[in-house]
């Protein structure tokens, strides 16, 4: 139940083209879904992240979708660049402890 | 945003030897650490959390008299590999974060350790 299943493992996407990332939780008790953007030999990053009181988040090129009755949310990256390119972890957390849960990762090439 | 550092970034031990990786929030007081482990290709495994001032809690499987974890100030901690042999070659990485984070930022990732035991 503390499981945070993410697909795919990895994606080719053409420079331009929107990047999707998929993600599922089970615990109800989650409460806070952050995306994480990790390079080669570095930690991740905070890209982007939701509380399941809204549904979508924007910021620049990236989305948050959260769809709380499915227990789902994903990321999706618009006019998708060579420097996007990068594993990105989904994750979730219940607020208290801040004790984060990570997906699988998946591993994102843009082609230019 | 807030900066977390970890040194060394890349440390060479011969099996059986100690390593002590040091994991600080350089601009804020982190009253919660975390250390992670991460194996090529794979996802963040959360090793441990540590609290200023209190023993560590462990996640199952992970040998605390291996991996012993100080978190001493609001600005330090360590996790110090005992006795270290190849398997536990991996990247660790630590995160710190406080109450009174913003809501999107609950922790901030430091950049991470390659430990390499020979």
């Known amino acids: 139940q503390q499981q945070v299943k993410q697909s795919p493992q990895s994606l080719i996407v053409q420079k331009g083209g929107i990047s999707i990332i998929n993600c599922a939780y089970e615990?109800?008790?989650?409460?806070?879904f952050p995306w994480y953007q990790q390079f080669p030999g570095k930690g991740p990053a905070l890209l982007i992240a939701i509380r399941p009181d809204v549904s979508e988040k924007k910021e620049g090129r990236f989305t948050i979708s959260f769809n709380k009755s499915a227990k789902q949310f994903s990321l999706h990256i618009m006019d998708s660049q060579p420097g996007d390119s990068a594993t990105y972890f989904c994750?979730?957390?219940?607020?208290?402890?801040?004790?984060?849960?990570f997906g699988a990762g998946t591993i994102l090439r843009v082609k230019s | 945003g807030a900066v977390v550092s970890q040194h060394p970034s890349r440390v060479i031990c011969k099996s059986g030897t100690s390593v002590k990786i040091e994991c600080r929030s350089l601009d804020f007081q982190a009253t919660t650490m975390f250390w992670y482990r991460q194996f090529p290709k794979q996802s963040l495994m959360l090793m441990a959390t540590?609290?200023?001032?209190?023993?560590?809690?462990?996640e199952q499987g992970v040998e605390k008299d291996k991996f012993l974890i100080n978190h001493a100030s609001l600005t330090l901690s360590t996790l110090t590999v005992t006795s270290a042999h190849p398997e536990d070659s991996s990247f660790y990485i630590c995160s710190a974060g406080y109450n009174g984070l913003a809501v999107e930022d609950t922790q901030y990732f430091g950049p991470g350790t390659r430990l390499t035991v020979l």
């Open positions: 994750a979730a957390s219940m607020e208290y402890g801040n004790k984060l849960v």
């Open positions: 540590s609290n200023e001032g209190s023993k560590a809690t462990y």
């Open positions: 615990n109800t008790a989650f409460d806070y």
